[in-house]
């Protein structure tokens, strides 16, 4: 039966032979074999010396041979499979990962020589900064393994012997990668050669299973940015992510940040109808006006690509005093379709609440009090006593907070920019404030 498969071979064995005879070292006299008679006996001779050969060759010539018989004789291992670990990495611009090669479920008992590989890799979007053979490979003991890499054709090539051909275990990585990422985008790392030998030399069929890295350049941050609010009254703010890697698919999102509870107070947090994680398969909103945190946590019910960018939630907050509070974020936890979670960079954003404009004595109501301030403060500049300074011997100092126009926007969430003197301007707008209130 082996004679009936290994046949054929034998004049492929025989052409090989006769092109490159020094490749087979010399120990082996394979001129001897051949000049032999008769062909039986020839065969036989060859059939010894093929599973000899077969334990040390390290030709092409070989190679191409072995791999016809592995096409025709691979042993049906098809559980055995090979990856990358982990199979999807997702990495920010400029950083660097680590990368295993997996052999995975390899047959109970499966010896194994030795193991080629090479993989490719799109060198405009990574790099190789450094391969290597641990000591812990799972193909230990090894007897050499180079592994070299090219970074401007994309590629890492691994021949690997092994020292002695041990049963390795189910699975473990071989051989690690660590990777330089140059730009955003999605590569795929794509096995272009995998030959895993057994001791006989023979290849084992072997799934290969390609490696994605996803270069995300996600940020996430308030809009907007910068707040200018009133004190007293509502604002809202949007928390939003940004920069999103063209293609990548997204299943949730965790987020948490702080601000100053002194200076601020949570009315409600929504989820827009619009929102850029749309569709929401389900969300939870807290918030806590004790310690100043907001958390949302979030799963979509399907994983699908939302775009570049957009607000995902809303958080309306009421201004209570006067001061400068930051929104800093302490968790922004985005998970792509494999529950991997992306590299995002935080933007902290700042509320900055400025006084109720026309509540000059600062009790929070628009009233007389305010009208007489105002009536004392009436044309009254730049320059003059008490403009700029409370001084208790002028009564309505300082007059420059009744210097509320120009100004811009709609009450209470006034921008007003002061020119120096209160007039008939400053009038109308602290009229128009006594209206609202009313
Ligand atoms: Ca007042
Ligand atoms: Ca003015």
């Known amino acids: 039966m082996i004679k009936k498969i290994i046949g054929p071979f034998i004049l492929i064995f025989l052409l090989v ?67 990358f670990e982990p199979a999807t990495v997702n990495a920010g611009e400029g950083g660097e990962f680590t990368i295993g090669l997996k052999i995975n479920n390899l047959t109970s008992g499966q010896e194994v020589m030795g193991f080629r590989h090479v993989f490719n890799f799109n060198p405009d979007l990574l790099e190789v900064v450094k391969a290597e053979v641990p000591v812990t490979s799972f193909l230990n003991p090894v007897l050499t393994a180079p592994v070299t890499y090219n970074n401007t054709t994309g590629r890492v090539e691994l021949n690997l012997a092994r020292s002695s051909y041990v049963y390795p275990g189910s699975s473990g990585v071989v051989y690690n990668v660590q990777m330089k990422v140059k730009a955003k985008g999605i590569a795929t790392l794509t096995h272009a050669v995998v030959d895993l030998r057994d001791t006989q030399n023979h290849s084992l069929a072997v799934n290969p299973i390609n490696g994605t890295v996803n270069v995300s350049s996600a940020n996430v941050n308030f809009v907007p940015s910068a707040a200018n609010v009133t004190k007293g009254g509502n604002f809202t703010m949007g928390v939003e992510i940004s920069n999103l890697t063209a293609g990548q698919t997204i299943l949730g999102f965790h987020h948490v940040f702080d601000f100053n509870p002194s200076l601020l107070e949570v009315v409600e947090v929504e989820i827009p109808g619009g929102s850029f994680f749309s569709p929401v398969l389900t969300s939870f909103p807290e918030y806590n006006n004790t310690t100043g945190r907001v958390e949302l946590n979030l799963a979509r019910s399907n994983s699908a690509y939302p775009g570049g960018s957009g607000v995902v939630y809303n958080i309306i907050m009421k201004a209570k005093a006067k001061g400068t509070s930051a929104l800093t974020h302490s968790v922004a936890d985005l998970r792509d379709a494999g529950n991997n979670p992306l590299g995002v960079t935080k933007t902290n954003g700042t509320v900055e609440i400025n006084e109720f404009p026309g509540d000059f004595n600062g009790d929070t109501r628009i009233d007389f009090e305010d009208l007489m301030i105002f009536a004392l403060a009436w044309n009254h500049k730049a320059g003059d006593p008490g403009w700029s300074q409370a001084e208790q011997s002028i009564p309505g100092s300082p007059f420059s907070q009744c210097d509320i126009s120009p100004s811009s926007g709609t009450y209470p969430n006034l921008n007003i920019t002061p020119d120096g003197k209160v007039d008939f301007e400053d009038l109308m707008v602290f009229t128009l404030i006594w209206n609202a209130t009313r």
């Not at 020839?42 to 077969?54: A, G, I, K, R, V």
């Not at 004789?73 to 499979?81: D, K, M, V």
């Open 17 to 83: 032979l006769l092109i490159a005879p020094a490749a087979f070292g010399s120990e082996r006299n394979h001129d001897n074999v051949i000049s032999n008679d008769p062909v039986q006996e020839q065969e036989e001779q060859l059939l010894e010396d093929y599973d000899d050969l077969s334990a040390v060759n390290t030709t092409g010539q070989l190679e191409i041979q072995n791999n016809q018989i592995a096409g025709e004789e691979s042993r049906a291992s098809g559980g055995i499979s090979v990856g």
